[in-house]
């Protein structure tokens, strides 16, 4: 590896998450040996696993394609080749491979073993699995994939089509979109969250505005598949706002599919691997990555902005366009987009994503 790749790979985040790049056309996909990303320490001591412990997670992740060499030290995250998609037409390194020897990961993952686990980012990929040390936890074992049955969801039953349609969001688009509700609970919606049509996560929602997801849930935007061919794009905060766009006319949107930060984050970008709580970009990074304008449909209140510059933070301003909400009365604006589909029809809610302003510093939210 040159020193410029290597330089490439280890680089700090200062500036857009979608502006490195991380193509290595030059190395060989075949071998699916660890590049590591910056040490990490605590204390001043990094990480490190007993020797023994070091050959048994080598010997359980070698007939899976997965090769570790001596520099893949615990604690640390790896970019590696996939063995499953070999990095696709780019030859990425798209596996992120991660040896986890923090006790308080260990502890809240309900498990007192090492282990490692990897997933790629690739959009058509996205094998992941967990290999642990001893042999009494999930042993070489992807994560499960799921289905409406096993997650317990049935159509929508009157109450909840009644209390989507009290927000103007028909049969139709509940329909397109797969909402769904417990079969056991009659009262929680279900918005099912799809990947290439399959099932990846469910986020659920009961009529008094409590949320939860379910486990194992990927990190992804909500409606993912309906950006897959376009070059334009809008972000909304809120599941329900998505599919009041899509009643206004627009089925390019997608949904961030967790709340809004408090303030904007005064500190700089961090790497791509410790960037958890926007993880769901990064996922995505690949459909994100083909789109020429993005509009940003966030909420009209102090949190919904700072998620909007938050985004911009890393999708790159120069793409980044914003609503605004029109005047609900003379001192106050519309929250959302549904709150525009309610009271002042589709037809409003469209004009407003056409009048969108492009995103410049004077939306800048200080932090």
């Known amino acids: 590896m040159s ?193 290439n049509g399959l099932l990846v996560g469910c986020k659920y929602r009961t009529t008094e505005k409590r949320f939860w997801q379910g486990k194992g849930t990927s990190k992804v935007l909500y409606g993912l598949d309906d950006i897959t061919h376009t070059t334009e794009i809008i972000i909304v905060e809120g599941e329900i706002d998505k599919l009041s766009l899509e009643e206004a006319g627009y089925q390019n949107c997608v949904s961030v599919p967790v709340g809004a930060p408090r303030k904007v984050s005064s500190k700089d970008l961090p790497p791509i691997e410790k960037d958890t709580a926007y993880q769901y970009l990064w996922n995505c990074k690949a459909y994100l990555d083909k789109a020429v304008r993005i509009i940003l449909a966030t909420d009209n209140d102090p949190p919904g902005q700072a998620l909007a510059e938050e985004l911009t933070r890393r999708l790159g301003r120069e793409r980044c366009w914003q609503v605004r909400w029109p005047k609900k009365d003379e001192s106050t604006f519309f929250k959302d987009a549904n709150e525009v589909l309610k009271y002042m029809g589709a037809d409003a809610l469209k004009r407003a994503v056409e009048n969108a302003e492009p995103y410049c510093s004077t939306h800048k939210v200080t932090p």
């Not at 007939?63 to 996939?82: E, K, Q, R």
């Not at 969001?169 to 279900?190: G, P």
Request: charged share 25%; hydrophobic share 35%; with cysteine.
């Open 3 to 195: 020193l410029s790749q290597s330089q490439m790979i280890s680089r700090p985040l200062t500036k857009s998450l979608f502006s490195i790049p991380i193509t290595y056309a030059s190395i060989h996909p075949q071998r699916f040996c660890c590049h590591s990303l910056p040490n990490s320490t605590k204390d001043g001591v990094k990480h490190v696993f007993d020797e023994p412990k070091v050959q048994i997670l080598k010997h359980k992740m070698e007939p899976l394609g997965i090769t570790l060499d001596n520099s893949c030290l615990p604690g640390n995250y790896h970019n590696l080749f996939c063995p499953k998609c070999k990095g696709g037409q780019l030859m990425e390194r798209s596996l992120s491979f991660h040896i986890i020897t923090d006790c308080l990961c260990v502890l809240a993952l309900g498990c007192c073993s090492e282990f490692a686990m990897w997933r790629c980012f690739r959009p058509t990929c996205g094998w992941a699995g967990q290999v642990f040390v001893d042999d009494k936890e999930l042993d070489n074992k992807p994560f499960e994939k799921m289905d409406e049955k096993s997650l317990g969801l049935e159509p929508l039953g009157p109450k909840l089509v009644a209390y989507f349609k009290e927000r103007l969001i028909s049969e139709k688009t509940l329909s397109r979109n797969a909402v769904r509700q417990l079969s056991h609970d009659k009262n929680v919606i279900a918005f099912t969250y799809k990947q």
